[in-house]
């Protein structure tokens, strides 16, 4: 049994817990928690080892908080570790335990993939680079806008070669919605995205021209991607064509807003209310001359963490991308997830 450790339990690590666990081709040595804070109870609950710092040993004890042991005794027992621990410590966390032991990592979209704190020297998006980022010791797994974003441009290049450039509005949500943090009514600039340089890194071609704004909202982020055509854009039809049997895209017509699609989710009873997809809002497509405009939400929670579950059975398995997603598919129910959607707002 491949034995799977994951470094840190917030809004992503507690979710590719819950998969991970719940995967029978896989040991779960637990998890890796930094704080003693209330979430500790969600591990409790679901009966996961808890594994923490060193040094944080009596600040646990003093508030009760029981734990399996350290987490560098996890690192050393675990054959892959699926860092999703806090912005930028994943770096630390490479230097600290996964380079000195030589172990293999899955790193998230919060950490640099350029420049002297880079966590791995590939960012892995299962729609377009799988194949190349399961033979690399250490990987990044993109953030929910970069895994959005390559779920529908990859489509688009493969079936037109015409194709001139990407123009990507993102209207990104303040705080998810277990976050506790305020949401300020405010619509904030985001004056450097990250996003386009990321996407650059499996797609070079064409170009991807991003701009990014952050808005009061805890549901989810929308995309608004307009893409240029040398000549006359495909008809609305075609486009959607392209989509309805891709994994992890589902086609809605009826939804006013993200928050339809949150409710639903959350009314369903998905684990976390996340569809773990995006979502293409069909009744707003719009083609223009040689211009097509495709709007579509994008789930911040979940959408990496089928991602994260696909990219480890290569990285521990060499599955092809078929046998992967067919897995994934299989732990997530995301094929079913997809067809409860569109039903909804057809």
């Not at 734990?67 to 600290?96: H, L």
């Not at 701009?211 to 486009?239: G, T």
């Not at 405009?293 to 991308?321: C, W």
Request: aromatic share 10%; net charge negative; glycine share 6%.
């Amino acid at each position: 049994m491949v034995k799977v450790f994951i470094n840190g339990f917030g809004t992503i690590g507690r979710r590719v817990a819950y998969a991970v666990a719940n995967d029978k081709e896989f040991e779960f040595l637990g998890i890796a928690k930094y704080t003693p804070d209330d979430r500790l109870r969600e591990a409790y609950e679901q009966g996961y080892d808890v594994y923490i710092p060193e040094e944080s040993i009596s600040k646990f004890k003093e508030k009760g908080y029981k734990f399996t042991g350290v987490i560098r005794e996890a690192i050393e027992d675990a054959d892959i570790i699926i860092d999703a621990s806090s912005d930028g410590k994943g770096y630390e966390n490479k230097i600290k335990y996964y380079l000195p032991l030589s172990k293999r990592a899955i790193f998230q979209g919060g950490e640099d993939r350029y420049g002297e704190r880079s966590v791995a020297d590939i960012i892995h998006n299962s729609r377009v680079n799988y194949s190349k980022a399961i033979e690399h010791m250490y990987v990044m797994q993109g953030s929910c806008n970069v895994t959005g974003l390559g779920r529908i441009m990859q489509p688009l290049i493969e079936n037109y070669d015409d194709i001139i450039r990407f123009d990507s509005i993102i209207i990104r949500r303040a705080a998810d919605l277990e976050n506790s943090k305020e949401v300020k009514d405010s619509i904030e600039l985001t004056r450097h995205p990250h996003h386009q340089d990321d996407v650059r890194d499996f797609i070079k071609e064409p170009p991807l021209y991003v701009d990014a704004y952050k808005v009061p909202s805890r549901m989810m982020h929308m995309h608004q991607l307009n893409v240029r055509f040398k000549e006359r854009a495909p008809s609305k039809d075609e486009i959607l064509s392209i989509y309805e049997k891709e994994f992890g895209v589902a086609i809605l017509n009826s939804a006013k807003g993200t928050a339809d699609v949150r409710k639903f989710a959350l009314e369903k009873g998905y684990p976390f209310g996340d569809t773990c997809m995006v979502h293409i809002h069909a009744d707003v497509i719009r083609v223009q001359d040689d211009t097509l405009k495709i709007a579509y939400s994008d789930d911040q929670t979940g959408i990496v963490v089928p991602e994260n579950h696909i990219l480890l059975q290569g990285m521990v398995f060499k599955r092809d991308r078929e046998g992967a997603i067919k897995r994934t598919d299989m732990i997530f129910n995301l094929s079913n997830r997809k067809r409860e959607l569109m039903e909804f707002f057809k």
